[in-house]
């Protein structure tokens, strides 16, 4: 009767061993809605999806062909521009699809790859931000020392900086979720592969998980947001003193543009990572990620660039060449 209990016990825990292992796919749900919602939502959101790879790319090629734009502020915005279509590139397409065909699956090296590269262009993102506040603080309260502060070495070093420390912070992440076991569900109740819906779907402890995610969040979310205030309150309080009506107004409108991308972005990202989650229904999570996914990527160009009158003079310059080639 040992002998017999004992294989039974032995073939019982080959087989949870192996349904540790079986999930290859997982199915995203997307928007539990009707059909005709759906649809609707299909097109609004390619809508956004091309007025955002417009926009960002339209942007990325008056700063690369136009000499005049070749400064350290639109060196940050080009590579601001870059994240922003890789954002949308990675979660948009995937959740178009789940629109137009439900339950669709993505095998689990996708899924992975997936959740890899929204954590590595977001955590880029909030350190690219913190690096424009600093620069746009250096021009306006040490404009004689900007050349020598903002050399092009430190612009270099500091996106460099950026791009690295999202990439290493990301695949910290994903390492973490490999040590984990799946052995089902296997439906993620999301548009993409978010890390908080795939860590639900473990067969094990993710404490530990829970733990690098939220000191995480107070070094790349909760110490950047400080860093963008303390460099935007320096700047405002250096707009004070200008004597110029017209020219407080105008940075006061900028400064308060800059200040609402920032505040989506950083206080969304707040509330999704650091706040009880008992509070946000995963409904209303879908909604909040698609700031990160559609509304922040298709702002940015519009609030750092299309509204400032050197890029609209390069765009009309850019248009003028186009117009008469001949003149060349």
């Known amino acids: 009767n040992n002998c017999v209990i004992q294989l039974s016990g032995s073939l019982f825990i080959s087989k949870m061993e192996k349904n540790r292992t079986m999930v290859t796919e997982f199915i995203l749900l997307g928007f539990c809605l009707i059909p005709r919602i759906q649809m609707l939502l299909f097109g609004l959101f390619s809508l956004f999806y091309t007025f955002t790879l417009l926009g960002n790319g339209l942007i990325l090629g008056i700063i690369l062909l136009d000499s005049r734009l070749h400064t350290p502020m639109y060196f940050f915005l080009s590579h601001l521009a870059v994240v ?16 137009l065909k439900p339950d669709q699956p993505i095998s689990f090296a996708g ?3 997936q959740t890899f590269l929204f954590l590595s262009f977001a955590h880029t993102e909030c350190l690219l931000l913190v690096v424009m ?7 306006i309260c040490h404009p004689l020392r900007y050349s020598v502060i903002m050399s092009w070495r430190v612009c270099i070093s500091l996106v460099v900086t950026s791009w690295a420390c999202g990439f290493l912070l990301a695949l910290v992440h994903v390492s973490l979720i490999l040590r984990l076991p799946f052995c089902g569900p296997h439906e993620i109740n999301h548009f993409f ?3 908080l819906s795939v860590l639900k779907l473990a067969c094990a402890d993710t404490w530990l998980n829970q733990v690098v995610i939220f000191v995480a ?4 979310l909760l110490g950047p947001l400080c860093l963008v205030l303390v460099s935007y309150s320096r700047i405002l309080f250096a707009i004070l003193r200008i004597e110029s009506g017209e020219g407080r107004r105008k940075a006061f409108s900028t400064c308060s543009s800059h200040l609402c991308v920032v505040g989506l972005y950083f206080g ?23 700031f990160y996914s559609l509304f922040n990527p298709m702002l940015n160009p519009m609030i750092y660039s299309l509204r400032n009158a050197e890029v609209k003079s390069a ?3 850019a248009m003028s060449k186009e117009s008469h080639p001949q003149l060349e």
């Open 193 to 195: 592969c978010e890390i």
């Open 315 to 317: 765009l009309r310059r």
């Open 217 to 220: 969040c107070v070094f790349i």
């Open 133 to 139: 506040s600093y620069d746009r603080y250096v021009a």
């Open 111 to 113: 899924c992975l790859t």
């Open 84 to 99: 922003d279509i890789a954002y949308a590139c990675n979660t948009v397409p995937q959740m178009l699809v789940n629109l």
């Open 268 to 290: 969304s990202a707040i509330v999704m990572y650091m706040a009880p989650k008992s509070r946000h229904p995963e409904e209303q999570q879908k909604i909040l990620f698609l």
